[in-house]
């Protein structure tokens, strides 16, 4: 009766097997150090913690693929083959498959850590990633920038794919060939030299499984050991302190062509804030470092529609005395700000990817304080955030102004508030057929991006807040899209957020805030207005939606009312409800802002 061979790892095994558990390791450490010093904006922990929810599998993935390659090559010199030049015949086949299973492994390595890395695009949204997309357009030009941040996800799983298949093929190519040296005569040859126990390896099965699965518990304790540092680390990231020293002036906007004079004056007014400087951090970009456009060009909807946008892109549209234009979301998402006139009007269109809050402003300020009227300043993006909230500022005091609030938080402003002018968030297919006629943004804006594609990745979708924020309501998901209605004065401001899936199905909702009586209005997806109801006869009008003839009538008179809030059929006929602004975006920034907001319904 044969007797078994007992299990023993070589001394060689050994050795590779340390090699491949600390390259795999190392290959961990260097990636995360990589989104550190990439994400300067998030603390280290927070940034590990964004990480690994957003890359874990190809975090763990690429750290376990390369530490078998490493094993396998470690493995391979040391039974003494790598430098010999073998042929295809005879005692030098051994030598010639030993050499060629490591053949490219490196190169290959290279091209699928590359690949890899593209998982780390959504971190784009926090930190210098965003400023490294900016610019692949002027490296691959713009379709292909375009296709790499797309499919960014697909690619870094391509990388991934790519390194466990050579590894695979590595292993292969020498578990066959450690079986064929034993049944040629070059084994008697070298087997003197070589020990017995190092050619048993991948002939017994057992050890090389033992092997590989104990690099792979070490490296998922390793993993596993970052991830709880990080979580416990960044569990209470958010600020509490009330602290209000200035902050560093080469932190915060530059100062350096001003004189003493001026630089001293402006000291004094950026000491003016409504916020605690500290609820004010850095969200990576410096200021302008996402540049807003102030001399934006448009084309017509046919251009726009063969060009450029697709059915299912979103817009903000606006319709200002019948100067109706739309600003691609696929263009702002690189801009934030549009400096633009619309019927003669300033405007300031708006828009924070983070909070997917879109808002309109009147650009006049208010100087009366110093006697001088108004002014008309322009908006550029200050790389600050207040709540994981776009903070602008005004390029002629350089005051902070809050998008969510609509209002001055730092600087001479602070405290002013801005004219908020009514917008619509759209998809493309209903903003063209409803007004044929528009002025849309055009991509010729001055700049080089990858329009079209989005840096943020599934962040829309994810659970995940990289930003600060003050407060937390569970009362709904935290991306959940609300349209959010504020009524009154400061001090007895009330607030109320509306669903926007709710509206939708809706149609039409009746509502009050702050004795307000309002009407909200959606007859196409992602598309809602609200309007001020008005009295008839001493009755207060509320609003229907009738299924089978899809039109809004209201029950008092049965005038039909268009999706423009203007009675077209009926006794009111001519009648025109008054639009209201609104805030439109997730609720964990309209809460935030807003923690004693009510709820519809209530």
């Known amino acids: ?149 797309q499919y960014s996800k697909p690619l870094s799983y391509a990388g991934l794919a790519i390194v466990f298949g050579f590894t695979a093929l590595s292993a292969f190519k020498l578990h066959r060939e450690l079986k064929q040296i034993k049944k040629e005569k070059v084994f008697k040859r070298l087997r003197r030299g070589i020990q017995g126990l190092d050619l048993k390896l991948f002939v017994n099965k057992k050890s090389a499984l033992v092997i590989a699965t104990s690099i792979i518990i070490v490296i998922s304790i390793v993993v596993i050991a970052i991830v709880n540092i990080a979580r416990t680390n960044s569990i209470n990231f958010y600020p509490s302190n009330t602290n209000t020293n200035l902050p560093d002036k080469g932190n915060f906007l530059p100062l350096s062509s001003l004189s003493i004079g001026q630089f001293n004056a402006q000291k004094e007014e950026l000491q003016k804030h409504i916020v605690s400087f500290d609820q004010i951090v850095s969200g990576g970009p410096p200021p302008d470092g996402i540049p807003s456009i102030d001399n934006p060009t448009f084309v017509t909807v046919q251009e726009a529609g063969k060009n450029f946008l697709s059915d299912s892109d979103l817009v903000l549209g606006l319709n200002i005395n019948g100067d109706i234009r739309a600003y691609p979301l696929l263009i702002l998402v690189w801009h934030e700000i549009v400096n633009d006139r619309v019927a003669g009007i300033p405007v300031a269109i708006t828009y924070c990817p983070l909070c997917f809050t879109n808002q309109v402003f009147n650009r006049t300020l208010n100087n009366n304080n110093e006697g001088q009227g108004t002014i008309v300043s322009q908006f550029g993006t200050s790389g600050k955030l207040y709540n994981s909230n776009l903070v602008m500022y005004d390029r002629t005091s350089k005051s902070l102004w809050s998008q969510a609030l609509g209002q001055g938080i730092v600087g001479k402003y602070a405290g002013q508030k801005l004219q908020r002018i009514p917008f619509d968030i759209a998809y493309w297919r209903d903003w063209k057929q409803l007004y044929p006629n528009s002025k849309i943004l055009s991509k010729n804006t001055g700049f080089s991006r990858p329009y079209g594609a989005d840096p943020y990745g599934d962040y829309y979708t994810s659970n995940q807040v990289y930003f600060p924020v003050s407060n937390h309501d569970n009362r709904l998901g935290l991306k959940e899209k609300i349209l959010g209605l504020e009524s009154g004065s400061a001090g007895a401001a009330q607030y109320k957020a509306y669903k926007l899936q709710q ?73 025109h409800l008054s639009r209201l602004p609104f805030d439109e975006g997730f609720w964990f920034e309209w809460v935030a802002f807003h923690p004693k907001t009510a709820l519809y319904p209530c």
């Open 1 to 149: 009766m044969a007797s078994s061979i007992p299990f023993h790892i070589s001394p060689n095994a050994k050795k590779a097997s340390v090699r491949g558990i600390a390259i795999g390791v190392v290959i961990i450490i260097a990636y995360l150090v990589i989104v550190i010093v990439t994400t300067p904006s998030l603390d280290p922990f927070l940034a590990i913690k964004a990480a690994f929810a957003m890359n874990s599998i190809i975090i763990f993935g690429m750290a376990i693929g390369v530490g078998l390659q490493f094993f396998i090559s470690s493995y391979q010199k040391g039974l003494g083959y790598c430098k010999l030049d073998g042929k295809a015949s005879g005692s030098n086949t051994s030598r010639r498959v030993l050499t060629g299973s490591a053949t490219g492994s490196s190169s290959t390595t290279a091209i699928s850590s590359f690949f890899s890395f593209f998982s780390l695009v959504p971190l784009g949204c926090c930190g210098s990633w965003l400023l490294i997309l900016s610019f692949l357009p002027s490296v691959f030009g713009s379709s292909l920038s375009v296709a790499l941040i």
């Open 503 to 575: 509206i939708e199905t809706q149609k039409v909702i009746n509502d009050e805030i702050n004795g307000k009586p309002v009407t909200l209005f959606s007859l196409y997806p992602a598309m809602a207005r609200v309007y001020e109801r008005i009295v008839v006869g001493g009755k207060v009008l509320e609003f229907e939606y009738n299924n089978n003839s899809n039109k809004i009538t209201d029950k008092q008179t049965g005038t039909e009312w268009n999706f423009d809030g203007k009675a077209v059929n009926g006794i009111l006929k001519g009648k």
